[in-house]
């Protein structure tokens, strides 16, 4: 229990499933559908439809910014369908909920990565001492080429 005056503060609740730091979606738009999983596994692969499919829409992730969510959909590549919802597979596991729970984090850890905003790299200029040796280097180099011309006309 947090009494008044308590430095710490209480995360803030999210309706919904919590996808990453305040993104967030309703659980209604977390479409699951399941099907028979390939692979190993004996009889149990040919009976029990394990095999996860998450589908969602980017419009239904909430707080996430219109930049993130061009990079997200840039980061899914080729998990993104022809109407523009994610698509997560995962058939790895022995079951529908351990599947659940791997797709939800492959589109957490997309998320986490989508909510990065890339550095901007600004060209710099060289420095006046770095452009005197390098123009130093030129000439001791342009040096050296000029005695092997002269040595051989010597010749």
């Known amino acids: 229990m947090v009494e008044k005056g308590d430095s710490k503060s209480l995360a803030p609740v999210l309706p919904g499933v919590t996808l990453g730091r305040s993104v967030w979606a309703d659980k209604g738009h ?20 394990t095999k996860t499919e998450l589908r969602i829409h980017p419009d239904d992730l909430h707080g996430l910014s219109e930049r993130a969510r061009t990079r997200l959909l840039r980061l899914a590549g080729r998990a993104v369908d022809a109407a523009g919802c994610l698509v997560l597979v995962s058939g790895s596991e022995r079951t529908q909920e351990a599947n659940r729970r ?8 997309l998320i986490e990565r989508a909510l990065v905003e890339p550095k901007i790299r600004r060209q710099s200029h060289p420095t006046a001492a770095s452009e005197r040796r390098r123009l130093e280097r030129k000439k001791a180099r342009s040096v050296i080429k000029q005695q092997r011309h002269e040595a051989r006309a010597a010749w």
């Open 102 to 109: 791997t797709c939800v984090a492959r589109l957490r850890g």
């Open 30 to 49: 977390l479409q699951f559908g399941f099907s028979r999983s390939g692979g190993p596994g004996g009889q149990n692969v040919n009976k029990v439809n």
